[in-house]
């Protein structure tokens, strides 16, 4: 069965075995019993017969109002869906403090999974720069790193600029592998780390840049002429004009 399908139920007449392992309508198991008497019994009480089990020998069957039992499933399908996707709301004269209180919320969203939204609300004269909020956006994305695929870059939305986040598992099983916990806190101790480290390689290598040409040496500077050099013979200065001076 593909992930993300709904499995497949066979009911009533689909079910060709001669015997099944039946739950009538009030939960009771009742053993193994021809599949005519369940089929039966489940017409009797106006229901279906459901199998629940088909992997099983002979295959587990339930007596159910199947209509209802789908829909119900389909409603916590889409319930679950939508818990995928949480938001956190904010504003462009957010402090620091507040941003970080719910920078946190989103990183705890996202390392239970699910994707997180982040919405700029604009009030009044806000709406004038929105710009704001695109550098605002980017500045998270950029603090929260490789945490993070960006679903949807920040873009308008209505009122509201929003961009939308989804969680590098990888990236957070190894934070969690590195002894950090998902707080923004221990994010800026472990960019600093990686910074300082890289620093450190750089550094090793001899080149503050990679790929850049090594400096070349100075050259050696001149020295003084010793006592015993003789110094060349004085040479005439010859007039341009051709004539001594």
Not at 65 to 82: A, I, M, N, V
Not at 114 to 128: D, I, N, P, S, Y
């Amino acid at each position: 069965m593909a992930k993300g399908k709904a499995h497949y139920h066979r009911t009533n007449e689909q079910i060709r075995l001669p015997q099944v392992r039946l739950i009538d309508e009030n939960n009771e198991q009742l053993g193994i019993v021809d599949t005519s008497e369940a089929l039966a019994r489940a017409r009797r009480v106006g229901l279906d017969l459901v199998e629940v089990a088909p992997k099983e020998r002979p295959p587990v069957c339930r007596i159910m109002d199947y209509g209802k039992f789908k829909y119900e499933q389909k409603k916590r399908s889409k319930k679950s869906s939508e818990q995928l996707l949480k938001e956190v709301r904010m504003r462009p004269k957010t402090d620091d403090n507040d941003r970080a209180i719910k920078l946190n919320r989103a990183l705890k969203f996202l390392a239970k999974g699910a994707k997180v939204q982040l919405t700029m609300q604009f009030r009044g004269r806000e709406r004038a720069r929105r710009e704001v909020g695109v550098v605002i956006f980017r500045q998270i994305i950029e603090e929260l790193g490789d945490l993070v695929k960006v679903e949807r870059p920040p873009s308008m939305d209505g009122r509201h600029m929003i961009t939308i986040l989804a969680p590098n598992k990888r990236a957070f099983e190894k934070l969690e592998k590195e002894g950090f916990r998902p707080t923004l806190e221990d994010v800026h101790t472990r960019n600093r780390q990686l910074a300082a480290a890289e620093e450190a390689a750089r550094q090793a290598t001899g080149s503050a840049t990679p790929g850049a040409a090594p400096t070349p040496a100075p050259p050696p500077a001149p020295t003084a002429p010793s006592a015993a050099t003789p110094k060349p013979a004085s040479q005439p200065v010859v007039n341009p004009a051709g004539e001594d001076a």
